[in-house]
């Protein structure tokens, strides 16, 4: 094999030369190998593309003597020293009795236990919201959802999947001998002294048990609605809206576009001993002083309507409801923004305009919506550049102009990569967002039934304007990249 590989070549090129990888699969690694920054070798693993015994064989080829590394170190992937020692026990767990078999699953000395704890600690180190545990043909992999995109994380042998999948029901407190319906869990988790609440979602697929960890950081410090990247003209906007005795403001978008984060931004401006002010959320995201927040509990027959219903007789001023998920709730909130609370909540719509419709949907009377509505923001969240690294580019892609955006005035920038952003190029997220504001001439389409366009249309000539425009005049300012405004507004570019 030594004569077939000269010694000065890359290892993606040696590899796909002996027939151990294809072309397309190392463009695919390569293209990853960018935006982990990892080392080429895991990722061809990691990714399936190549056995552990295959890789060695190259990487002795080349000279790089792997039998002195640890096995995280010669692939790149940050996996607890005591990986060894489980790899060679975990095969064995389930064949003990069900007390020792337990007595391992939660003691906190227990390797397996260690090699949870470092799962999640790599993705709250990485900034991760979510972390995903998914079965896969050749083994266990780990992937961590950071500003929004899944990354790589580690790759593990496939006989760790059920031991890990145990622990973490363990620690959900859900049954770890039901393995073929979906399981919801929840549980604190301890982070160099930060208190994190982990929402466990199992699902089971082929292979095995999905995990999906949702992590929500209880000690997070509520943000400016400057910090959150609101432009300067719109502050005042969302200020004056604020200032309403009753009414109601809504805050929409997708699952994880940041929708409880801004309307929690809302609140902290209006927070004061003066206002009597309850959520009802699911889950109580963030901890606000002088408001009394409850959790929904179905189980326990706290639902979003029977909490909302019982806060109505708890004299409050302001009321945030997580979420106007059914008629029953939706027509209490709208109730109460008209009887003189003022009420905030969200809603699962693709823009401002289309909220209106879709409460009309829900079965609310037009009256009561064009009554109550005062202002709507619809948002979503693009990738910042990351200030470290992110660099000045000219380009002559008529895709620019086409959009408005001169690359001959404007300073233009794309992402890069370094340390500081775990080589992805970018850090941190801002809100790409579009006001609504619900005035006497949208307020009489509404009560008329017009159509979403009429409605737009009226909001245009009123000033209004779309997430596209937002997002392309942050391109302007270096803050993002057309890119990533196209994934969130591809309607309108």
Same mark, same amino acid.
């Given at each position: 094999?030594?004569?077939?590989?000269?010694?000065?070549?890359?290892?993606?090129?040696?590899?796909?030369?002996?027939?151990?990888?294809?072309?397309?699969?190392?463009?695919?690694?390569?293209?990853?190998? %960018?935006?982990?920054?990892?080392?080429?070798?895991?990722?061809?693993?990691?990714?399936?593309?190549?056995?552990?015994?295959?890789? +060695? %064989?190259?990487?002795?080829?080349?000279?790089?003597?792997?039998?002195?590394?640890?096995?995280?170190?010669?692939?790149?992937?940050?996996?607890?020293?005591?990986?060894?020692?489980?790899?060679?026990?975990?095969?064995?767990?389930?064949?003990?009795?069900?007390?020792?078999?337990?007595?391992?699953?939660?003691?906190?000395?227990?390797?397996?236990?260690?090699?949870?704890?470092?799962?999640?600690?790599?993705?709250?180190?990485?900034?991760?919201?979510?972390?995903?545990?998914? !079965?896969?043909?050749?083994?266990?992999?780990?992937?961590?959802?950071?500003?929004?995109?899944?990354?790589?994380?580690?790759?593990?042998?496939?006989?760790?999947?059920? !031991?890990?999948?145990?622990?973490?029901?363990?620690?959900?407190?859900?049954?770890?001998?039901?393995?073929?319906?979906?399981?919801?869990?929840?549980?604190?988790?301890?982070?160099?002294?930060?208190?994190?609440?982990?929402? $466990?979602?199992?699902?089971?697929?082929?292979?095995?048990?999905?995990?999906?960890?949702?992590?929500?950081?209880?000690?997070?410090?509520?943000?400016?609605?400057?910090?959150?990247?609101?432009?300067?003209?719109?502050?005042?906007?969302?200020?004056?809206?604020?200032?309403?005795?009753?009414?109601?403001?809504?805050?929409?978008?997708?699952?994880?576009?940041?929708?409880?984060?801004?309307?929690?931004?809302?609140?902290?401006?209006?927070?004061?001993?003066?206002?009597?002010?309850?959520?009802?959320?699911?889950?109580?995201?963030?901890?606000?002083?002088?408001?009394?927040? /409850?959790?929904?509990?179905? %189980?326990?027959?706290?639902?979003?309507?029977?909490?909302?219903?019982?806060?109505?007789?708890?004299?409050?001023?302001?009321?945030?409801?997580?979420?106007?998920?059914?008629?029953?709730?939706?027509?209490?909130?709208?109730?109460?923004?008209?009887?003189?609370?003022?009420?905030?909540?969200?809603?699962?719509?693709?823009?401002?305009?289309?909220?209106?419709?879709?409460?009309?949907?829900?079965?609310?009377?037009?009256?009561?919506?064009?009554?109550?509505?005062?202002?709507?923001?619809?948002?979503?969240?693009?990738?910042?550049?990351?200030?470290?690294?992110?660099?000045? +580019?000219?380009?002559?892609?008529? /895709?620019?102009?086409?959009?408005?955006?001169?690359?001959?005035?404007?300073?233009?920038?794309?992402?890069?990569?370094?340390?500081?952003?775990?080589?992805?190029?970018?850090?941190?997220?801002?809100? $790409?967002?579009?006001?609504?504001?619900?005035?006497?001439?949208?307020?009489?389409?509404?009560?008329?039934?017009?159509?979403?366009?009429?409605?737009?249309?009226?909001?245009?000539?009123?000033?209004?304007?779309?997430?596209?425009? $937002?997002?392309? %005049?942050?391109?302007?300012?270096?803050?993002?990249?057309?890119?990533?405004?196209?994934?969130?507004?591809?309607?309108?570019?």
């Amino acid at each position: 094999m030594d004569d077939l590989m000269p010694p000065r070549k890359r290892i993606g090129e040696i590899l796909m030369e002996n027939g151990f990888i294809t072309e397309t699969q190392l463009q695919v690694a390569l293209e990853e190998q %960018k935006k982990t920054g990892e080392l080429l070798g895991s990722i061809l693993f990691g990714l399936g593309f190549i056995s552990q015994k295959n890789l +060695f %064989k190259v990487l002795s080829a080349t000279q790089q003597d792997t039998r002195n590394l640890p096995e995280r170190e010669a692939f790149g992937q940050e996996v607890p020293e005591e990986i060894d020692y489980l790899v060679q026990q975990s095969s064995s767990l389930f064949h003990k009795n069900a007390d020792l078999q337990n007595a391992e699953l939660d003691s906190p000395h227990s390797p397996l236990v260690n090699l949870v704890e470092k799962i999640l600690s790599n993705g709250i180190r990485r900034g991760a919201t979510d972390v995903h545990i998914n !079965p896969d043909l050749k083994g266990v992999r780990i992937r961590y959802r950071v500003d929004g995109v899944l990354h790589h994380g580690m790759f593990l042998p496939g006989k760790l999947l059920n !031991p890990i999948v145990s622990r973490i029901k363990v620690m959900g407190r859900m049954n770890i001998a039901e393995t073929r319906v979906p399981q919801d869990g929840s549980a604190e988790f301890f982070y160099k002294n930060r208190g994190l609440d982990l929402r $466990i979602s199992s699902f089971p697929v082929i292979g095995g048990e999905n995990v999906v960890i949702r992590v929500l950081d209880k000690s997070q410090v509520l943000v400016g609605i400057e910090s959150l990247g609101f432009l300067e003209e719109d502050i005042d906007r969302i200020n004056e809206a604020l200032t309403l005795p009753y009414g109601m403001i809504l805050v929409t978008g997708p699952t994880g576009s940041g929708k409880t984060t801004t309307l929690y931004s809302f609140l902290s401006m209006i927070n004061s001993v003066n206002r009597n002010m309850f959520t009802i959320e699911d889950p109580v995201e963030y901890h606000l002083p002088l408001a009394r927040q /409850a959790q929904v509990n179905v %189980k326990a027959g706290l639902t979003f309507s029977t909490g909302l219903r019982s806060i109505l007789r708890q004299d409050p001023d302001v009321i945030l409801v997580g979420e106007m998920r059914d008629a029953e709730t939706s027509e209490l909130a709208v109730r109460a923004a008209l009887t003189g609370h003022l009420v905030f909540s969200t809603l699962h719509t693709n823009d401002a305009v289309s909220t209106i419709v879709r409460l009309t949907d829900i079965g609310i009377d037009p009256f009561l919506i064009s009554s109550t509505l005062d202002t709507i923001v619809a948002q979503r969240l693009a990738r910042v550049l990351c200030p470290q690294c992110k660099e000045p +580019f000219v380009t002559d892609d008529p /895709a620019y102009k086409f959009v408005g955006v001169d690359p001959e005035s404007v300073t233009l920038y794309h992402p890069t990569g370094c340390r500081a952003c775990d080589n992805t190029g970018f850090k941190g997220r801002t809100v $790409i967002y579009e006001i609504l504001k619900v005035d006497r001439r949208i307020r009489e389409l509404i009560n008329a039934r017009a159509s979403i366009d009429d409605i737009r249309n009226a909001a245009i000539e009123n000033g209004f304007r779309g997430m596209s425009e $937002i997002g392309l %005049k942050k391109v302007r300012q270096g803050v993002t990249t057309l890119e990533e405004v196209r994934s969130i507004a591809r309607t309108a570019l």
